[in-house]
């Protein structure tokens, strides 16, 4: 039975690639009996965290620069651990785990090496360039690429040139025979019940909360927001002077409580602005429990989980008038809504944990090395 080793820049924090690399490794594979993860801890102090097949090692942080973080620790520990695993699997982006994969790559020759590319990194970024630059050297020394949805892998600049190493793997989410599904009914009455709109997600500017905001002030809608982050105060701030009164922070949840929420909304919307958003973890969770959904086109997975006229709409990011042209349509054809809710549900079922399993379990294989 294989061993795999997940590298990342960190493991038990709120994320889309935490919450993923959380996933894969609660379940059990057919080839694969120990699986293990190496991270950066949030804070100085280093934790081990059980696993199902193993631990979690998070090492003690040093600082952090331009959202990297930086352990002498994670560098000590990858030298020892990288050679005693047959799979290495990456996540992208992660500098200082790319950083020692290149130094120790002579020394791995027999190891299976996989990275999941969850994003671009944006040129807003500080040091992009450079880091685009030397990624390319580091998809070099890998075997196999795995991009959560093709969108991603035709559009990327950085992966242009390593398309024969692209395999397609996209995100999966655990439910038992869809248990959430709502009572969606036509309202035939004269006035329909106000739109209930939901966001979940860090409130950070790669999210574009703030065109979300701007486009439900004079709309007869309820938008909660649900999340914390840097951005947190510019947002109440903002809904505060804009006079969106409809706006809602709902802040952190527990799991019950966002199960409340999902179950509440008539529409989910990810109005998010780079691609730094590879997927959006929260768009499978908002269709398993029956939302419509409005995402942007970033030429990632958020135009490949949602399909525009189907699922719901997308549209152009970065633009007020094309949030709101949209809500209103959900707003003012309900039988539109209910439809694309219907078919979120339905499609939501080619995104399971156990597909997104099954795939690893053959990339794991090392016979192809």
Known sequence: MNKVLHINKAFSIIGGVEKYIRDVTSYDYSNVGQV????????????????????AIECGKLFTLASAPFSLTFMFRFCIL??????????????????????????????????TYHNDV????????????????????VHKILVTSPNLGRSSKVLREFQEKIEVVPLGIYFDNNPYKKSLEVHVADEPPQLKILFVGRLASV?????????????????TIVGSGDKSEYLRDLALRIGAENVYFAGELNEEDLVNRYQSADLFVLPSVTRGEGFG????????????????????GTSFVNISEETGLVV????????????????????????????????????????????????YKIEDI
Do not use: W
């Open 36 to 55: 293990d993860v190496l991270a950066i801890s949030n804070n100085i102090y280093g934790q081990r965290i059980s696993l199902r097949n193993g631990e």
């Open 82 to 115: 990288a050679l005693k695993y047959n799979v290495l699997h990456f996540h992208f982006p992660n500098p200082i785990g790319e950083i020692m994969l290149v130094i120790m790559r002579p020394f791995l020759f027999r190891k299976k090496i996989v990275v």
């Open 122 to 141: 944006s040129s807003e970024k500080p040091f992009s360039n450079i880091y685009n630059r030397f990624a390319k050297l580091f998809f070099r020394s």
């Open 207 to 223: 999210k574009g909360i703030d065109y979300l905001v701007k486009a439900v002030k004079d709309l007869n809608v309820l938008l």
């Open 281 to 300: 973890y929260v768009v499978l969770e908002a269709m398993v429990h029956g939302c419509a959904i409005i995402t942007t086109e970033l030429g990632t």
């Open 316 to 363: 152009t990011p970065a633009s007020v008038d094309d949030l709101k042209k949209a809500i209103e349509r959900f707003n003012s054809d309900r039988n539109f809504l209910i439809s694309c809710s219907r078919r979120a549900q339905i499609r939501v079922n080619d995104f399971t944990i156990r597909q997104l399993i099954n795939r690893l379990d053959q990339v």
